[in-house]
């Protein structure tokens, strides 16, 4: 079936967007007695190059190459919330949470067939929790971190075509996890901008390996408030040999605006 809109087989097939985390990095001035905390919202520019497939009765459909521009993201969304937040206990020990959806929809008309529409909804979700240990340095500090990621991706996909009376609908839904470990450091250039760098890498029961990278800078203000702007990319190969496969890389500018407790 060939739809008339090239970016729905996007939309289809590019179900794991922008999920792995952001960056909050929790503020270095806390008192050695108390607790510290970060909340940031933050927009992720997605792109994605890969490649996908989608199951089919126990068999995996031949995979299909993923080429999803930050453009095509903006024109499909429906909803989104990026939001992240981390805790530092005694400049030693700490947590990290950060949750990420998006909801996508696109349709339109089925080439050659009068009187046909289809209508795509995708659902991309991830969720992160990790523990760090932290290791301060007189140029700022180094962090080392571990915990998992969870990703959640549902299509819903609806085909009429009143010339045949044929109606026609399939809904997808899929979860996984994966397990990960890595560092980051921040550089202190002076007591106004941070420089960041995190990385971490992994696998799941259905995921032969997937790793994250993020640097960028973070410029703080006096009513502890902060302005982040970064670059990430996440690589992740999932295959669970059913239902979905998943080699893509996604890629993008960060932007955040969080504030420190």
Known sequence: MNFKNSKTKKVVLATALMTAPTLGLANDTNTQDDWAFDVEAYSFLVNIDGDAGIGRKGNMLPESEVDVPFSDVVDMLESTLMVHTEG???????YILDYSYMDLSEGGSVVGLANSNYDVDVFQGALTAKGFRRYPQSFGHIDLVAGLRWWQ???DLAVDVDALGLHSSRSLDVDWVDYVVG???QYNINNKWRY????DAGIGKDTEFTSELQTGFKREFKNDSYLRLGFKSTYVNYNNKEKFSYDTNSWGLVIGYGMHF
């Open 153 to 155: 991706n549902k299509i």
């Open 183 to 185: 560092t980051r450091v």
């Open 88 to 94: 530092l206990y005694k400049n030693t020990w700490g």
């Open 196 to 199: 960041y760098f995190d990385i």
